[in-house]
């Protein structure tokens, strides 16, 4: 992620399409929905990240205006930007498209979403409010299963490890992310596993403000997102082992704008002075369910 974001001059501009599907995301459910906010709030804690949001949105907020300058200078449309994934699966022994050993067509399916979803291709675009519809837009980018490994072979971009207990929880980050892990500064990291406190989170980026390398680096290691065997996939593309409510693959849809510096629409306040920092989205004071 650390080189992605170098290059991706971050993610401001993020289809204001997505922020919808953030919102209805949430639907009334016994595990907690998204964990991004309470796993960032522990980083904090720690001093992992000194970093404050308003820091971290100026800083944002300058990369878009470098991006926008050069855009106008040169007047040429930007490629589609490939970010190569490497979807870590972390099961219990089961055989493979068994249990918490999904399948490799489950995978396929979600990444197909997020490439519909970001560059608004998705076939419920046509449901997007009217309060968001001027602004909702497309992003020039695609979700790519890994066709090198860090070494250099050939790979599927899915890799399947036995984990050391049978469920995980947030409070296990460093231990279930250790199991497998390729490059940050090459790959998006997914761990999909039996998560049981959320149905999936992800790291927010830290910027490369002076002072913050080390954090960086020392982030590195744990940067990209944790997803549920059971939210992850969509059950248009198979018959797979889906939560109900959240068989459409849009928790991934979600979590990863977090990895990419969006904010909840309501800024995580119960009341509607809380912001995303972005200005074309109307304020908000809590999660839309239903």
């Not at 016994?30 to 709030?41: F, H, I, L």
């Not at 207990?165 to 409070?171: A, E, H, N, P, R």
């Not at 982030?219 to 997803?227: K, M, N, P, R, W």
């Not at 979600?254 to 995580?268: I, Q």
């Amino acid at each position: 992620m650390l080189l992605f974001f170098a290059n991706f001059e971050k993610k401001a501009t993020i289809a204001v399409c997505l922020l919808m599907t953030f919102v209805h995301v949430y639907t009334a459910d016994a595990q907690t929905r998204c964990g991004t906010v309470e796993y960032t709030s522990a980083l904090l804690r720690r001093n992992n990240i000194p970093e404050n949001n308003t820091q971290f949105e100026q800083w944002l907020m300058q990369k878009k205006q470098q991006r926008l300058k050069q855009q106008s200078a040169n007047r040429t449309q930007t490629a589609t930007y490939q970010i190569p994934v490497v979807v870590h699966v972390i099961h219990n022994g089961e055989a493979v498209g068994t249990g918490t050993n999904i399948p490799d067509a489950q995978i396929i399916s979600q990444i197909k979403v997020l490439n519909n979803d970001y560059q608004r291709l998705n076939s419920d675009a046509s449901n997007t409010p009217a309060e968001f519809k001027t602004a909702a837009g497309s992003m020039s980018i695609e979700f790519v299963l890994a066709k090198r490994t860090p070494d250099g072979f050939a790979t599927n971009g899915i890799v399947r490890v036995k984990g050391t207990q049978t469920s995980w929880t947030s409070g296990d980050n460093t231990e279930l992310k250790s199991l497998s892990y390729w490059s940050s500064n090459d790959y998006l990291n997914i761990w999909v596993c039996n998560l049981t406190d959320y149905l999936g989170y992800a790291q927010f980026p830290v910027s490369n403000l002076p002072g913050l390398e080390d954090y960086q680096n020392g982030l590195a290691t744990t940067d990209g997102a944790v997803f549920n065997y059971q939210a992850f996939g969509s059950a248009d593309d198979g018959a797979f082992s889906l939560k109900a409510k959240y068989s459409k693959g849009r928790t991934a849809t979600h979590e990863l704008g977090h990895f990419f510096g969006l904010r909840h629409l309501w800024g995580d306040v119960s009341n509607c002075n809380g912001t995303d920092y972005i200005a074309d989205t109307p304020p908000q004071d809590a999660p839309t369910y239903n």
